[in-house]
Structures are given as C-alpha cells and as structure tokens.
C-alpha cells in the first residue's frame, strides 16, 4: 500500500511533499519504474541514493536518466526530513526530535562511543504498553511510526554516514508496530538498503506474543528482553500489558530456537530499590539463566519527575554482575547516557512533554 499523501504542512519544511519514496523495498522500486514505462535496471541506482547518500532532492542523482529524475521528483518525495530539535548531553550524546506525519513528536537518541556510533530509535509516538518505570508509557499511544518515519531517524541525522549501531530502544514497543518496524529492519539490513549488518541491529522488547516468535524467524538481528525481576507476579506489576511472554515461556522460547553464533539474546534488568535487588531475585537470576547462552544487562532506574522509586545503588549493581559472572552468566552493567536532557533509558518523551 502507498504511503498516505503529505500535504507539505506539519513540520517537514515542505520537504514531504507527494507520495514518499524512503520505506519502500528494492521490489516495490522496481514495480513503480516498470509501471511507469521506465526499466526496472534503474532501481538499483535510486534505491543507493535514496538509502546509502540519503538524498532529500532527486535530481541530485547524476546516474540516472532526467526522465526518470524529474518522474519521481513530480510524483515522489525521498522521504527525509530533518529534527526540529537537537539537545546536546554533557557525555556527548544527543537528542533529536521529530515530528510524527500526525505532528506528534518522536525522539532519537545518538550516542557516540569510540569506534561505535549508535543510535537509538523510536518505533512508536508514545506507548500503550504502560511500564512502570517508563516516562514514554506514561504519555499514552499516539500511533505507530511508518517505514520512513523510522527510518529518516537513521538516515537524517547529522552522523548518519557514520553510525555503526541502530537499535530500537526509543520510544514504543517494536513488536506493536511489528510490520513497519519489520519492513525498517529489511531495508536497514539489506545490502541495497542501509546495508548495516543484522549483528547490529537490535530491538527491545517486552515480549509480545506470538510476534517475538515470528519475529527471531524472520529476522537475524539482536534481541533484549525486558525482564526486570524473574518473578512473574512483579514483573506483572512492572509490565502490565496483557499478551506477552511470561518469564518461563521466553526462557523456553529461546532455548527452543536454533541461534546463530553471533545473535545476541539479552535480558534487560533495571535495577530498583529494594524492589528487584534483593538476594532472592538474584539467586532466581541465576537458576533460570544458568547454563542458557542468554546475557543480561543491569541498568540503573532513571527517575521521572514524581516516582517515588530510586535506582538501585551502585555498589549493589557491581554485586549483581559479580555473582552473576561467577556462575557462568554473561553480565554487564550498561552505562547510562544523556540523562541530562531525558534521553536515558525509561526517559524518553519527558522533555518534550515539558
Ligand atoms: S518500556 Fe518500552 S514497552 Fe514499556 S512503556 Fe516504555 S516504551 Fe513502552
């Protein structure tokens, strides 16, 4: 199906002005220039300036014929369009934001890091999922993001020649946009797309049933699941959507699965106060984990303005990973970024609200 017709208001600068080329797959290309009466040949050149250079004016692509530049650029847009709002951390990751078609906005984060450079996107305006620790849960659902909507996160920031890692962590639950966030990964993965390797691609979820299943099928990329406590009645309260995987069923839908080598599978456990830390939670870490290939990620709560809950402390975090690593688990403490301007993990959508 086209994407919907943008009537060149909202916040696109106009950019937006027809049907939008960015979010349609090599075969869809092919079929508009067949139908159009052009040689299909050609889609390989548009969908590497339209994917790879990113461009915004179609007549920029000096290989292909006039004919079919001016064809597209009276029919289509390419699809990217710049944030409204760049905020800048003290530890040099940034967030940008978008305005949704619906004029709602979306928030990515870019987050430097040596030789990796990641960004963190969002798959939804907004969350219907309603986790407890989370700000964007809390803002309600706004609506799904379309393929391009996704995708200009990765391909129209300033850094976008140079990112190494995408991973679907911003705001929304990527298994409830699944066939958009699908399409996205295709194309983000795919040699005549972005071409990033799936090993560098992650989406993070809670688990939505049947969808997490189909998804690890038809795509190699990596997958975090929030955990937050082995217990089902807490992890209930922390995650209150109905239809997802309990904590058993993950652990037994994953150890079914045949894993690539280098597929990572990871539980993702924020750490709260007196809530989750305890030594009963993690000696139930480390029964279920044992002996599994899957790693987990500790994370510090990052506090909204009037939760009453606070992260666990530090030093209880690096007893955490010890034992877990004494036993055989793969443990890590994932460091927090750009919690100065709300773009940490469980923050996102609060400084827009404000
Ligand atoms: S943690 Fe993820 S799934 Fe839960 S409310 Fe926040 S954005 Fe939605």
Redesign the pocket.
């Given at each position: 199906m086209d994407q919907p017709y943008v009537q060149g208001v909202l916040n696109f600068g106009g950019i937006l002005k027809n049907r939008i080329l960015s979010g349609k797959s090599y075969s869809e290309i092919t079929d508009i220039l067949s139908e159009s009466g052009f040689s299909n040949i050609q889609a390989e050149k548009i969908t590497y300036w339209l994917y790879r250079r990113r461009i915004r004016d179609f007549m920029e692509m000096d290989n292909l014929p006039k004919t079919v530049r001016l064809y597209l650029n009276d029919q289509f847009s390419p699809g990217f369009y710049e944030p409204y709002q760049t905020i800048l951390s003290d530890d040099q990751s940034k967030k940008y934001i978008f305005s949704t078609q619906s004029g709602f906005p979306v928030e990515a984060v870019y987050m430097p890091d040596n030789k990796r450079n990641t960004v963190c996107v969002s798959s939804q305006a907004g969350?219907r999922?309603?986790?407890c620790?989370?700000y964007?849960?809390k803002l309600g659902f706004k609506g799904n993001l379309e393929v391009y909507e996704i995708l200009n996160q990765v391909g129209s920031i300033p850094e976008a020649a140079k990112l190494t890692h995408v991973v679907f962590m911003g705001?929304?639950?990527p298994l409830d946009n699944y066939d958009n966030v699908l399409k996205a990964i295709d194309i983000l993965t795919a040699q005549w797309g972005f071409a990033f390797s799936p090993r560098n691609v992650t989406i993070?979820t809670?688990a939505i049933k049947p969808r997490l299943e189909t998804f690890i099928e038809k795509t190699k990329c990596n997958i975090a699941i929030?955990i937050h406590s082995p217990f089902e009645d807490e992890r209930s309260t922390m995650?209150p959507s109905a239809g997802k995987y309990n904590v058993r069923e993950i652990l037994d839908l994953i150890q079914a699965h045949n894993w690539e080598r280098h597929r990572r599978v990871t539980f993702q456990y924020i750490m709260i106060d007196g809530f989750n830390d305890t030594e009963r939670h993690l000696k139930e870490l480390i029964r279920i984990l044992k002996g599994t290939r899957i790693r987990i990620n500790l994370m510090s709560y990052h506090p909204s303005e009037g939760s009453i809950l606070q992260s666990s402390p530090d030093e209880l975090q690096w007893y955490f990973k010890r034992q877990l690593v004494y036993n055989g688990i793969s443990a890590s403490i994932r460091r927090s970024r750009g919690e100065d301007i709300g773009a940490a993990c469980?923050l996102l959508g609060s400084a827009t609200e404000r």
């Open positions: 969350c999922m309603g986790c620790f989370c964007t849960g705001m929304g639950e993070s809670i929030s995650i469980g």
